[in-house]
């Protein structure tokens, strides 16, 4: 199967610009879920999504960052305006369900965002 | 509150060297546990999991036992190869409807030649 598609790979802005990533799950998956990895840390859930609807995005920096799944699919993070300190590689994954108790996620390649 | 710590890094060792991750675990109920690997270039993908306590997990010569009364679920290999050189990360799940997966802060592990 596909795996989950994520684009651009890579992105520099200057701060205050904007930029947006995209996603594209794995098929069937229902949930799907943001997380930003800053170097030399774990990934950090942003944002998660149950079909077209939000779970939960406690760790979601809204005044800056938004989220959307339309159709419950495909999806779309955007910063606006963006920080230094939002330069990280954001990671897009996506489960079918849970499985055996254990909710198996399956990661996109990341976007890498660098913000000067 | 719910938390994952994982050893200090970065580990190099030399091929065929015996490997251990330590990660250990904070949280109430029984969490459902992960080891989740990174290569080079490449998006995190699950390695090995257990669900309850004594549950072994293994894949690729890894294995992991869930240890309830340590709160641990260290990482080991007998016999490392260059191709195991990666970014390891240790992550948990508690119990509950829409809880989220916690990562560690990962390790990299580098096997020399």
């Known amino acids: 199967e596909a795996g989950v598609a994520q684009s651009p790979r890579y992105k520099i802005i200057e701060k205050r610009q904007s930029v947006a990533f995209w996603c594209n799950p794995i098929?069937?998956?229902?949930?799907l879920y943001w997380y930003q990895q800053i170097l030399g840390q774990g990934p950090k859930l942003l944002i998660q999504?149950?079909?077209?609807?939000?779970?939960?995005d406690s760790q979601l920096p809204k005044d800056r960052f938004s989220a959307e799944r339309l159709k419950g699919v495909d999806s779309t993070l955007k910063i606006q305006p963006a920080k230094l300190e939002d330069s990280a590689v954001y990671l897009c994954?996506?489960?079918?369900?849970?499985?055996?108790?254990?909710?198996?996620?399956?990661f996109g390649a990341g976007s890498r965002l660098t913000v000067l | 509150g719910n938390s994952v710590t994982q050893m200090e890094g970065p580990v190099t060792l030399s091929e065929e060297a015996f490997l251990t991750i330590n990660c250990t675990y904070t949280?109430?109920?029984?969490?459902?546990l992960f080891w989740y690997v990174q290569y080079p270039g490449e998006g995190l993908q699950l390695l090995l999991k257990?669900?309850?306590?004594?549950d072994k997990g293994s894949n690729k010569g890894f294995e992991a036992t869930y240890r309830k009364e340590t709160t641990s679920f260290h990482l080991e290999k007998g016999s490392v190869q260059v191709s195991d050189s990666a970014v390891y990360f240790c992550?948990?799940?508690?119990?509950?409807?829409?809880?989220?997966?916690?990562f560690g802060k990962g390790i990299t592990l580098s096997v020399r030649p």
């Open positions: 994954a996506s489960s079918l369900d849970r499985v055996a108790g254990a909710n198996v996620l399956t």
């Open positions: 098929s069937g998956h229902a949930t």
């Open positions: 999504f149950q079909n077209n609807g939000v779970v939960d």
């Open positions: 949280a109430t109920g029984y969490p459902s």
């Open positions: 257990a669900t309850k306590a004594d």
């Open positions: 992550a948990f799940e508690p119990t509950g409807a829409n809880s989220k997966l916690t």
